[in-house]
């Protein structure tokens, strides 16, 4: 009896729970009382789960004023979504065998030579070089954000990758590499910049003929063409209760918007896509169909590798471009081993391997989290 009993428990704890639909059918309608309430303009949203969308929904408006129906068409910006994709990249040229984890930085961009470390207001050698892992895993002491004389980058674009590299690996480290997580916009770069010397073309094309184009996803660029601009909905920030166009932020609803004349392919935060295409390379990942990365490289992606380091919430490690919940007690209500990312403008993304499920969530607002918390909880609440 008591062998009979475990075997039981065992099925539980090792097979996918079944999802509730019509559970999931309430998504919306809860959605839609932000945008009644004059917080959000509008949401997409999409549950997978064992094969299967289990739900795929658009609520409220792409812009406030004009009040257009927002749709499962409409294209967003990923801003630090796009950061997971780059290490992707980055693991596929790794699977042919062209670089190493463990590779030092400058190994493959020479210029990192010599980099410093910045302890107590002087410069000192550090122990070892960064390496591609410290860039992964956020881990490398490389600044958060493009130093000064560049500082503008991020609203400009105006300088090609290889130039933005080349100044990054001219500044000191802020820390030993290893030794603390702090989340860097210029250690992603880098990445990025290594993805383009190993795969031999600028990072824009080896995501189109390397990710994009082979997983059939039609409507993510770095450089949105024209035709599709019309998509975009309009970009928000919420302040004093409600949400206010972005006319401050050249990506928002500034000169940058479109990237119209770019230079910088902003691989820490590029990206414009479709819930339906992040769908297909969500699939990708917890399916391996269509196949982009080998099981063993989408098991390194997703396993912590910070170790007991403090990274962006509790219960929280950082795995290969991706947060990974280590504790659901303290990141509910993800289960231990989820993975994900967010992004500036509030889009969000889970993928939970344990339930074969993941959620994405879309809007164009930066400021509040209350939609994408209602949305992560409603859907753990259809699992049965």
Not at 96 to 106: M, N, W
Not at 190 to 202: C, D, M
Not at 209 to 214: A, G, L, N, S, V
Not at 218 to 236: E, G, L, Q, S, V
Request: glycine share 10%; charged share 20%; net charge positive.
């Amino acid at each position: 009896m008591r062998s009979f009993v475990l075997a039981l428990l065992s099925a539980f704890l090792i097979f996918p729970q079944s999802i509730d639909r019509a559970k999931l059918a309430q998504i919306p309608s809860r959605l839609k009382e932000f945008v009644d309430a004059g917080k959000a303009a509008g949401m997409v949203t999409l549950v997978w789960h064992k094969g299967e969308t289990a739900a795929f929904d658009a609520v409220g408006y792409t812009d406030l004023e004009t009040r257009q129906p927002m749709t499962k068409e409409n294209i967003f910006q990923l801003h630090s979504m796009t950061k997971p994709v780059v290490a992707m990249a980055a693991l596929m040229l790794a699977e042919e065998g062209r670089l190493s984890l463990s590779d030092p930085v400058q190994k493959h961009l020479p210029e990192f030579r010599g980099q410093m470390v910045r302890v107590d207001d002087k410069l000192h050698k550090p122990g070892r070089p960064i390496t591609i892992l410290d860039l992964m895993t956020h881990t490398s002491g490389m600044m958060l954000n493009p130093p000064p004389g560049i500082g503008e980058l991020h609203g400009a674009l105006h300088k090609p990758l290889a130039d933005v590299a080349l100044i990054l690996s001219q500044q000191p480290l802020e820390f030993e590499p290893g030794t603390k997580w702090q989340y860097s916009n210029t250690g992603i770069a880098a990445l990025a910049r290594i993805v383009e010397v190993i795969g031999g073309q600028p990072l824009e094309v080896f995501f189109a003929k390397r990710i994009f184009e082979p997983l059939g996803m039609k409507d993510t660029y770095i450089f949105p063409p024209k035709d599709k601009w019309h998509r975009m909905p309009t970009a928000y920030i919420y302040r004093d209760g409600k949400p206010l166009k972005y006319t401050s932020d050249p990506l928002g609803e500034g000169a940058m918007k479109f990237r119209d004349g770019a230079k910088y392919s902003l691989p820490e935060g590029g990206l414009y896509s479709t819930a339906s295409d992040l769908a297909i390379l969500y699939k990708s990942i917890l399916t391996g169909k269509p196949r982009l990365l080998s099981p063993a490289s989408i098991r390194v992606m997703s396993q912590v590798h910070t170790g007991e380091l403090r990274t962006n919430g509790p219960g929280m490690g950082w795995g290969l471009g991706w947060f990974v919940a280590r504790d659901q007690g303290a990141a509910q209500p993800l289960p231990a081993g989820t993975f994900g990312h967010g992004g500036r403008y509030g889009t969000y993304c889970f993928l939970d391997p344990k339930n074969q499920l993941f959620g994405i969530f879309m809007i164009h607002r930066e400021g509040g989290s209350d939609e994408r918390n209602a949305f992560v909880q409603m859907t753990y609440a259809a699992l049965n």
